[in-house]
């Protein structure tokens, strides 16, 4: 199987069955889309439940246990699917809707996440970033799988 297959193959398990409006992502820079087992968000040295449809916001770190999964989807319709054990941070989101330009800093301390990028990464080279404990990625609009120290 192919890396882009293997992508769109975990983007769509992890999103099957769930639909969230467009409109959802306005109230911060992504919304969850999926969720299974244990999926918690840390914003502001706090723990806050998640729910299909929570909004997202920048510096939200999203943790996974050892039974869970989320399905995202940014503003400017980057999709990202969590897979178990995974710590992911969105350091830095700033979207233009006008230009699509814009720029998506993330990291991925522990994990996999499977990701279709979406208008910010296919309108600026290196626009999209994502770090890892041993890596700094930059994207060029396309599809990935990345894994990280577990």
Do not use: H, Y
């Not at 995974?86 to 230009?99: G, Y």
């Amino acid at each position: 199987m192919t890396l882009p297959s293997l992508a769109r193959l975990l983007l769509a398990l992890c999103l099957a069955g769930s639909v969230v409006p467009a409109a959802a992502v306005i109230d911060g820079v992504a919304t969850v889309k999926s969720l299974k087992g244990d999926v918690r968000i840390q914003r502001g040295g706090r723990e806050l439940p998640v729910a299909v449809g929570t909004a997202l916001l920048q510096e939200d770190t999203i943790v996974t246990g050892s039974d869970g999964s989320a399905g995202l989807t940014f503003a400017d319709n980057t999709l990202i699917s969590l897979g178990a054990r995974s710590r992911f941070v969105i350091d830095r989101f700033r979207f233009d809707r006008t230009s699509n330009g814009g720029e998506f800093q993330s990291t991925l301390s522990k994990g996999r996440m499977a990701v279709v990028s979406g208008k910010i990464a296919k309108s600026q080279i290196d626009a999209m970033k994502v770090r890892t404990p041993t890596s700094l990625l930059g994207v060029r609009g396309t599809e990935f799988v990345v894994e990280a120290g577990r």
